[in-house]
């Protein structure tokens, strides 16, 4: 009898033990998937975070220049503004693009323990960039004939002309400091970036009051305070980077980085055309509002919401960096499943950032634009065009993130190819149709050129990820 008891509890604790063990194992799974979030999300933030603090610094000391220009005039403001935006604005996009593809190559060496690749890789993209900021330099130099041609005042092109030559110095520092960022994120010392970062806004604060208040030289002084606060980036980084800072990756320059040019240069230029033609997508929005009926009106709300979409832009635009460091470094190290997980963690929480944002854009959708501005009408139309910010807001907290995807893969030439075609063959015409044809104003073209640029590129992004193959992407 007693036997046959203790088989029984034996039996009924085996039975209990089996019914316990897929809740362990369930339990288990749970705990493993939080610690590699967990540990995914150090190593993301680790460039992320520093990667927000530089962008925005960087963002910061151009409008802290022209806050301080404010004193001399309109005429100056203006100009220095647009030499700024329009002309610097538009090779800036081109150089930080073609930068970009030092994200594939030096993320995927370092993976790949290959460190010696890093430094030939920075000075190759050196000599690219440096070439190409002399082919760009026409823009510079006949920037007044140019902006006359966009419709600009004389008054103020020609000041802008003036500005846009004093300002070929800093063109030249991006040849320098984008490649050099970028050679350090994908070693993860994102630190050093964000010092330099901080030390070149406090060399442009002086530096602007002391050119444009102390000295009077006025929008010229300007254009100098920008000049060497971004040649402090450059100088900054390179001390770093050749005074002990990268001793495996850095061993000085080296002729072999004069070889494999041409495999390079295409790399660069998928990648510069890839990023600049979303950095144009906006700047032809505003173009186009222009030639709207109450253009002045539709021109200050927009501006005022690209003004905001452009400071939260800097949340997305350092996930774009740290996500391509990511990949690029999982794949290099030959780790396919790790590349897939390190996206979907960037994806999430990137998109969860861009949820808050937008949500609170939609709760201070009449309020946003006291900020800027105290004119009823302003309030009014910035209110009205509130959604679409949102919107916006939303669908960048994603759509840089898959781009950053496809930097550390290698598939920039694809990707420039559906920019092209989801921004300039569907977007801009259906912005066109809605804002002319059916008459829905700023609304009608910023609406279309979302849905039907933005959305449409975001989801076509989606779907290659998804369905890539990552494992075949390693052996690439």
């Known amino acids: 009898m007693g036997s046959v008891i203790e088989n029984e509890n034996g039996n009924g604790n085996e039975d209990?033990?089996?019914?316990?063990?897929?809740?362990?194992?369930?339990?288990?799974?749970?705990?493993?998937?939080?610690?590699?979030?967990?540990?995914?999300?150090?190593?993301?933030?680790?460039?992320?975070?520093?990667?927000?603090?530089?962008?925005?610094?960087?963002?910061?000391?151009?409008?802290?220049?022209?806050?301080?220009?404010?004193?001399?005039?309109?005429?100056?403001?203006a100009a220095i503004s647009i030499a700024n935006t329009v002309i610097v604005g538009f090779n800036f996009g081109l150089l930080l693009g073609m930068a970009s593809a030092l994200e594939t190559l030096c993320g995927q060496a370092f993976g790949a323990k290959r460190y010696h690749m890093l430094g030939i890789y920075l000075q190759r993209s050196w000599i690219v960039l440096f070439l190409c900021c002399f082919l760009l330099l026409p823009f510079y130099v006949f920037s007044t004939p140019f902006l006359k041609i966009l419709g600009q005042p004389d008054d103020v092109a020609?000041?802008?002309?003036?500005?846009?030559?004093?300002?070929?110095?800093?063109?030249?520092?991006?040849?320098?400091?984008?490649?050099?960022?970028?050679?350090?994120?994908?070693?993860?010392?994102?630190?050093?970036?964000?010092?330099?970062?901080?030390?070149?806004?406090?060399?442009?604060?002086?530096?602007?009051?002391?050119?444009?208040?102390?000295?009077?030289?006025?929008?010229?002084?300007?254009?100098?305070?920008?000049?060497?606060?971004w040649w402090v980036l450059v100088f900054?980084?390179?001390?770093?980077?050749?005074?002990?800072?990268?001793?495996?990756?850095?061993?000085?320059?080296?002729?072999?980085?004069?070889?494999?040019?041409?495999?390079?240069?295409?790399?660069?230029?998928?990648?510069?055309?890839?990023?600049?033609?979303?950095?144009?997508y906006y700047r032809i929005l505003i173009l186009m509002t222009g030639f709207l009926k109450n253009a002045t009106l539709a021109v200050d709300a927009l501006s005022i919401c690209m003004t905001i979409n452009g400071w939260e832009m800097m949340i997305p635009l350092a996930f774009f960096a740290g996500v391509g460091v990511r990949v690029a470094n999982e794949l290099g190290a030959g780790n396919g499943k790790a590349a897939k997980f390190a996206m979907i963690v960037s994806v999430v929480e990137s998109t969860v950032i861009g949820l808050v944002f937008c949500a609170l854009i939609v709760i201070l959708h009449n309020k946003i634009a006291y900020i800027f501005s105290s004119s009823t009408d302003v309030l009014q139309a910035v209110d009205?065009?509130?959604?679409?910010?949102?919107?916006?807001?939303?669908?960048?907290?994603?759509?840089?993130?898959?781009?950053?995807?496809?930097?550390?893969?290698?598939?920039?030439?694809?990707?420039?190819?559906?920019?092209?075609?989801?921004?300039y063959i569907i977007g801009l015409p259906l912005g066109i149709v809605l804002g002319w044809v059916f008459h829905w104003g700023v609304s009608g073209i910023w609406g279309g050129m979302i849905f039907g640029g933005t959305a449409t590129q975001t989801m076509i992004l989606a779907i290659i990820t998804t369905r890539c193959n990552w494992e075949k992407e390693f052996s690439k």
């Open 16 to 77: 209990l033990n089996q019914a316990l063990l897929p809740k362990h194992r369930q339990q288990n799974k749970e705990d493993d998937l939080t610690t590699r979030v967990w540990v995914e999300s150090k190593k993301l933030w680790h460039i992320v975070g520093p990667s927000i603090f530089s962008r925005v610094v960087s963002f910061s000391m151009n409008v802290i220049t022209q806050a301080f220009a404010g004193h001399l005039g309109d005429v100056q403001l």
């Open 158 to 229: 020609e000041q802008s002309g003036v500005v846009a030559l004093w300002l070929i110095p800093l063109h030249f520092s991006f040849a320098f400091q984008f490649p050099l960022q970028r050679f350090l994120q994908c070693q993860l010392k994102t630190m050093v970036i964000a010092w330099v970062s901080l030390v070149g806004l406090v060399v442009n604060v002086v530096s602007s009051w002391l050119f444009i208040y102390v000295l009077d030289f006025g929008v010229i002084g300007a254009a100098v305070a920008l000049d060497i606060s």
């Open 236 to 280: 900054g980084l390179y001390g770093y980077t050749a005074f002990g800072g990268c001793p495996q990756t850095w061993s000085g320059f080296s002729i072999e980085a004069f070889s494999g040019l041409w495999e390079f240069i295409k790399l660069s230029a998928a990648s510069g055309v890839m990023l600049c033609l979303e950095n144009w």
């Open 384 to 423: 009205q065009l509130a959604f679409l910010l949102a919107i916006t807001i939303l669908l960048n907290s994603v759509q840089p993130v898959l781009s950053g995807v496809a930097v550390g893969s290698g598939w920039q030439g694809t990707v420039a190819y559906i920019n092209l075609g989801c921004y």
